[in-house]
């Protein structure tokens, strides 16, 4: 259920799901806005940050969480409702821990183990073996340093057909693992199995939560074809789905708040290397609608950065339909009565197109001159004007034919722009390139009168029904990693020893700081299980441990389990302070971030004089006193443990 939870999270966008009730206002990284959860109009002490995927309430409320605890504060359900309606919105289907999953979870988790070894062998051959030695100067040719390669986890596969087979299935791992996390390829006879990458630069591809999904690799040898290869379709690598990059760019484009896609494997290394963490890649393929609405959740400001050839300007047309698409109208998740997907049509990004130097790709333009590269990203166009230079370029424009084609196909584009000002703009610019009578613009179609489809009303037909998955770095961006693995690892301890939260009540109220409550965490099934602690502790007619078993809820059931490891090997004092030390730093990040929300939200009053600012101090001069006395327990705590 955890891997459900968080599959949920990353479909979602907090910010939109809190915008349909609550009006917010964008303030540094986060968003304000009036509290929906208690009368207040004076006081925008609502926030939500995007980074972490929660909210938290710095008024009356005094608390906070994630979508699920937003969507049961505000509609008065349990948790297993706001599952089931968070879960039919993002287009998750839910489906019961049975044996065969819970075999299917650990098979996942398996091959994810095995990818990671692979990029540990590759790692190896590419630093450490003589045959490794072309492709390594090959890599610092293209200017790569070695930190960098280090990052990106970049590796060598050896030329033999049983390199990397032989090794593995010396390791234990069997055939059938080797050819579903696509390490290996069936001989042609049918008859044993050999190595799928030979001979190739390999780059580790990762989901957006960082987790192993396959490889890239690029020939050394110019007769080798094809020159890039990946994984081949797996349980865990979809090439339409997965973006190259993603994993290390997710914070950058928030904080960015923008995304430079890029054509190759290596224009995304060398950008980051160069400072220019926001880039990311499609793995040599055309854009697909799932890559760009998980785009969707971290920016609305896209800028294609493609090859400036002939492939790439026809690469660069081809992904404009999909953006169109995808990215010019926002989905609404829903399934009809035939399970089939919707989406509500209305623009929500902005999408622009680069130029790059002929000749050029975009990590040769960054290595030569930094700046160059951001002055390109910077003079992007909007979509519908890069399109119609490009069909113009090298074209004659006064051939009839030629006007009439560039204009069917312009022409869509614009009547989808929903600014009406802007659309007519458009419509100038397009009569005043094809030197045109604007009037002769008026009511041409690009598609036969009577077959284009109702607007907001799309077909469904050719396009594929699945809803998009984020996946979540993460997931590193749109959920806070360390806040959520604290608060994991203190539920583990609770857990494995529900007693000891008796011992930590007591010091920590030594320190003069608070009870262990559910409101120390931010996520609704965290939330839940330390609810249940209390419970067990509550009862006596079992022991805490064995009442958390029998009475964890089903939808929580297998995260209760992948938190429950063993601390067997420790003494009681060491789990403690363990669990002490761990809480202090959780409470360490919620107050620093509630300080940093305080002073953002001043420094946007300071030109509103008729809103009382008495109530941010009072949580300003709160927040520091608790801090100062986290800060002096947790440096206790260090001084323990050494």
């Excluded at 249940?532 to 079992?542: H, I, K, M, R, W």
Aim: hydrophobic letters at 40%; one cysteine or more; proline letters at 5%.
């Amino acid at each position: 259920m955890s891997g459900v939870v968080d599959e949920i999270k990353a479909r979602i966008d907090i910010v939109d799901l809190v915008t349909e009730s609550v009006k917010l206002r964008k303030s540094g990284k986060s968003y304000t806005g009036f509290c929906p959860f208690h009368s207040n109009s004076r006081t925008p002490a609502f926030a939500v940050f995007p980074d972490s995927g929660t909210w938290r309430c710095f008024g009356q409320c005094n608390e906070g969480g994630d979508i699920f605890k937003f969507v049961m504060k505000k509609e008065g359900w349990d948790f297993a409702q706001a599952l089931q309606y968070l879960a039919q919105r993002a287009g998750v289907e839910l489906e019961a821990q049975t044996p065969e999953k819970e075999a299917e979870d650990q098979q996942e988790a398996h091959l994810r183990t095995l990818l990671e070894d692979a990029v540990i062998f590759y790692r190896h051959q590419l630093m450490q073996t003589p045959a490794g030695q072309p492709a390594l100067e090959y890599l610092q040719k293209r200017g790569l340093t070695p930190e960098t390669m280090e990052t990106f986890g970049l590796g060598y596969a050896p030329g033999g057909w049983e390199a990397l087979t032989s090794y593995f299935l010396g390791k234990g791992y069997s055939p059938k693992d080797l050819l579903e996390a696509g390490m290996a390829s069936e001989r042609q006879s049918g008859e044993g199995i050999h190595d799928r990458f030979r001979n190739r630069i390999m780059f580790p591809i990762r989901d957006a939560m960082g987790r192993m999904a396959g490889f890239g690799g690029r020939i050394l040898d110019p007769n080798d074809v094809p020159k890039f290869l990946n994984s081949p379709q797996t349980p865990l690598f979809d090439k339409g789905r997965l973006l190259y990059g993603l994993d290390a760019a997710r914070k950058a484009i928030r904080a960015a708040d923008q995304a430079v896609i890029v054509e190759g494997y290596l224009d995304v290394i060398v950008l980051h290397q160069c400072g220019f963490n926001n880039a990311v890649s499609p793995m040599g393929t055309a854009l697909t609608e799932d890559q760009l609405r998980n785009l969707k959740k971290l920016t609305r400001r896209l800028v294609l950065a493609l090859d400036a050839d002939a492939a790439g300007q026809k690469a660069t047309l081809r992904g404009l339909e999909i953006a169109r698409e995808a990215m010019d109208h926002s989905a609404e998740a829903a399934f009809d009565a035939r399970g089939l997907l919707r989406y509500e049509t209305r623009l929500q990004a902005d999408l622009r197109v680069t130029t790059i130097p002929d000749g050029m790709d975009p990590d040769e333009v960054a290595l030569r001159d930094p700046q160059e590269w951001r002055t390109i990203v910077e003079a992007a166009q909007p979509i519908v004007l890069h399109v119609l230079n490009t069909l113009i370029s090298g074209r004659n424009i006064d051939d009839p034919k030629v006007k009439s084609e560039i204009v069917a196909q312009v022409l869509p584009l614009i009547e989808d722009v929903p600014d009406v000002v802007e659309r007519e703009d458009l419509r100038q610019r397009l009569a005043r390139a094809l030197r045109l009578d604007e009037r002769a613009l008026t009511g041409v179609s690009s598609v036969p009168r009577g077959s284009r489809p109702p607007r907001g009303s799309r077909g469904t037909e050719g396009r594929s029904s699945r809803p998009a998955i984020a996946s979540a770095s993460a997931m590193s961006a749109a959920h806070d990693a360390l806040p959520r693995s604290l608060e994991a690892h203190c539920l583990s301890l609770l857990v494995y020893q529900p007693d000891l939260l008796y011992s930590m009540d007591r010091v920590l109220q030594n320190m003069g700081l608070s009870r262990v409550t559910p409101a120390d965490y931010e996520y609704t099934d965290h939330q839940l299980i330390m609810r249940l602690v209390n419970q067990a502790l509550e009862q006596d007619e079992l022991e805490p441990a064995q009442f958390i078993r029998e009475n964890i809820p089903l939808d929580l059931k297998d995260l209760v389990e992948s938190i429950n490891v063993s601390y067997a090997e420790l003494t009681q004092e060491k789990i403690l302070e363990d669990l002490y030390r761990t809480l202090l730093m959780l409470r360490q990040i919620r107050v620093k971030e509630g300080l940093s929300q305080m002073h953002l939200i001043q420094r946007d009053l300071q030109d509103q004089p008729d809103i009382d600012q008495t109530p941010y101090l009072q949580l300003v001069t709160q927040y520091t006193q608790t801090l100062f006395k986290i800060n002096k327990a947790l440096g206790q705590a260090v001084l323990q443990l050494d």
